[in-house]
């Protein structure tokens, strides 16, 4: 099916089970322990080994040797892996760096063997028994020595901006000229990434923790130079992703190269330190805002620039797309640079580049807000634009920012706070309020599903895209019971796994959006066969109750498979709408917090997300994704930071017990609220995406909130006791 013109009236606008608030149905499976993750596969043919990966112990060098002999003479061993008896290889799409290293060595913690053994703990042993000769080079660990050899990004990712911003920006009466850094972070998800590889002859079958099938299954063939269809990925849980999971890692291609070496197949994890240093992360950034105002509050100039560091060949943190998009003004100025550096692979992390673009813009509107004497939500809805700001003749197919800051102001009690920070004091706290736009674009992506109607009236949907804890069990099967009437019961879903259609796969906030239009576009042709089986004339078909009605003819819809069951597959295509209009999510964040005045310490006190992002297609689960958003906002505000060891370049703190993430006690009451729309220029459920909105801003927001608690601006994240605690004593 293309999607290639606005959305009328089809059968998902009665909103019978889709939009209503529905508990996962994938819920008693995973409190049950009934869902199998990657590690815990049973139904695996041959006698399960474990692997264990020895990763790099130099950031930058070459292998001069490597001597294996006593790991493979140690207990339980079965097989070591290294570069010299892996075969040939090549590398994914995907990947920056090479998932073996050997003999170069391009990152810490890059693996360079796999020990495989009778138990997991054979297999850690011997691993510290392999001796390895290192020549290491001088490397690059530091952004700000290395920015000013930052290239500038090319293609999507080239400067690009509209009127005369250093013009207009020297002109301006009102200016501000700041620079902001947002530091290298971590997914840290709770479950590993993990693998079974298991071969039958040539071919491979691997359960592993992957967000993207599809692009798993692509590259995987293409390092172990193996046809695509002799490869299968099954990966129908997830406990957790954010973009750490979206790419081939080094747990599947050592996990496979164990097994084939052992001839049995291979159970594999990564342990905790080489999440952070062997998989990728976000890169830090350093980003200078520039912003030019009259003095009534309209921008007149806007400039934001920013530079990331990534290995070579790989690509910037794109912080600066949110900027291009989000307030009017007809001069302006984007830019990103890219340094290169010798620190493990930077990637994708949840609402790659807006979250780190926003942690610094919404600081910076704050900052003029307050130099201009005006409200910060005020300031905001006054500089709020109905059209692609480079591009005006190009509209947004919705957008309610100035919805979500109004409501959002009016129940979150914006107008009790005080426009001078360090006013409100509760004992030894000071109190504060900030707030902070949303904003993430929307993404669309092909996806396609199989749909069967069985002889007793069941629908099943099969497609290969993931629930990485999101709820998409769910949203797929209310897409199903809707298009066909049947209820929730009477649907299955079966995710996950690459024999199946190639969905959207979970990644970009396109996941929700992309993959129930593809079930979607499989229910419309199944319906289409459902009135032909029937040999029910012309007229619109109606589908509800377990029956199907064409003018005054009804029959139950399972006596149209009494011939057996009905299988139909189909995709969505998206068409050029996205071109014609710019396609976007949109909210306020409202966050109070109280400083510690003696010790700097800062909690939060409550949150407020207000979300404009189209039709909402289960609101239980959505409410889950923005709040666990906004506490990861909470995290990259106050807490969350890869150290890096700038002299042997590594994460230093690559554990949890090092690196910090909110905890329950952390986080205050959250409230969200789903602005009602329903966006018919995105695709047949017009819908768009929530999961990385509620991120966007929140930091920010947080940010701003301490500066309205303690008249104390800091600019460098996170925001550490340390940084302003010698400057709360004229508060205190």
Aim: with cysteine; net charge neutral.
């Amino acid at each position: 099916m293309k999607f290639d013109t606005p959305a009328g009236t089809n059968p998902i606008d009665r909103m019978t089970v889709v939009g209503k608030p529905t508990p996962r149905i994938d819920g008693p499976l995973k409190v049950s322990g009934q869902a199998p993750y990657a590690y815990e596969h049973q139904d695996v043919p041959g006698k399960m080994a474990y692997g264990y990966i020895l990763g790099s112990a130099v950031a930058k060098g070459t292998i001069r040797s490597i001597d294996t002999a006593r790991a493979e003479r140690a207990a339980g061993v079965v097989a070591v892996v290294t570069h010299r008896n892996a075969g040939k290889l090549g590398k994914g799409r995907m990947n920056t760096a090479h998932l073996l290293a050997g003999p170069q060595v391009e990152h810490y913690h890059q693996a360079v063997a796999v020990v495989v053994a009778e138990t997991f703990e054979q297999a850690r042993a011997a691993a510290a028994l392999i001796d390895v000769d290192y020549a290491r080079d001088a490397g690059r660990f530091d952004l700000v020595a290395a920015k000013p050899d930052a290239k500038e990004g090319t293609g999507s990712d080239a400067p690009s901006g509209a009127g005369d911003f250093e013009g207009a920006f020297a002109g301006a009466p009102v200016q501000i000229d700041e620079t902001y850094t947002t530091p290298d972070q971590s997914h840290a998800m709770m479950e590993p990434h993990a693998t079974i590889a298991a071969w039958e002859g040539g071919k491979l079958t691997v359960w592993t923790a992957n967000q993207m099938i599809n692009w798993g299954l692509k590259d995987l063939a293409a390092t172990l130079q193996l046809p695509v269809e002799n490869v299968r990925l099954i990966s129908p849980y997830i406990g957790g992703g954010f973009g750490g999971k979206l790419f081939l890692r080094a747990d599947v291609l050592m996990a496979a190269l164990g097994a084939r070496a052992a001839k049995r197949p291979v159970k594999l994890a990564l342990q905790r330190p080489l999440m952070a240093n062997n998989t990728t992360h976000r890169p830090a950034t350093i980003q200078r805002i520039r912003l030019g105002c009259a003095r009534d509050g309209k921008i007149t100039a806007i400039g934001h620039e920013s530079w990331s560091g990534d290995l070579e060949g790989g690509g910037p943190e794109a912080a600066t797309q949110q900027t291009k998009l989000l307030y009017a003004g007809a001069n302006r100025m984007t830019a990103l640079r890219l340094a290169v550096l010798d620190l493990p692979e930077a990637n994708a992390m949840r609402a790659p580049g807006e979250a780190p673009g926003m942690m610094a813009l919404e600081i910076a509107i704050d900052e003029m807000a307050e130099k201009l004497g005006m409200d910060p939500v005020a300031f905001r809805v006054l500089n709020d634009t109905q059209v692609d700001p480079e591009n005006p003749e190009r509209p947004f197919s919705q957008r309610n920012l100035v919805r979500c800051m109004e409501e959002g102001a009016q129940r979150f009690g914006w107008n009790r706070r005080k426009a001078k920070p360090g006013q409100v004091r509760d004992g030894r706290w000071l109190v504060g309020m900030g707030v902070a736009a949303a904003f993430r674009n929307n993404l669309n992506q092909k996806s396609g599903a199989r749909v069967r109607l069985s002889t007793s009236g069941e629908v099943s949907v099969e497609t290969d895209m993931t629930d990485i804890g999101t709820g998409t069990y769910t949203i797929i099967a209310q897409t199903a019971a809707e298009m066909m009437g049947v209820p929730l019961a009477k649907v299955n879903v079966k995710l996950g796994d690459s024999s199946a259609p190639v969905s959207a796969g979970s990644g970009g906030q396109w996941g929700a959006n992309s993959s129930t239009s593809g079930v979607y576009a499989a229910c419309v042709k199944l319906r289409e066969a459902v009135v032909a089986k029937l040999g029910f004339g012309p007229g619109e078909a109606v589908f509800e109750g377990g029956q199907v009605r064409v003018g005054n003819r009804t029959a139950d819809i399972a006596s149209a498979a009494r011939g057996g069951e009905i299988v139909v597959e189909d995709s969505i295509e998206f068409g050029d709408l996205a071109k014609k209009f710019q396609q976007s999510t949109f909210g306020a964040h409202f966050v109070e917090v109280a400083v510690d005045r003696y010790t700097g310490e800062t909690r939060v006190r409550r949150m407020l997300a207000v979300c404009a992002a189209g039709r909402i297609l289960n609101p239980t689960s959505a409410r889950s994704q923005v709040i666990g958003a906004m506490t990861m906002g909470v995290g990259g505000a106050l807490m969350e930071e890869l150290a890096v060891d700038k002299r042997f370049g590594f994460f230093v703190n690559h554990d949890l017990a090092g690196y910090e993430v909110p905890v329950h006690a952390d986080i205050p009451h959250q409230d969200v609220v789903f602005l009602d729309e329903a966006d018919d220029k995105v695709s047949p459920m017009k819908a768009k995406g929530v999961g990385e909105l509620g991120l966007c801003g929140v930091g920010a927001a947080v940010a701003n909130a301490i500066y309205n608690a303690t008249g104390v601006r800091i600019r460098e994240y996170p925001i550490t006791l340390d940084k302003h605690l010698d400057r709360l004593g004229e508060v205190a």
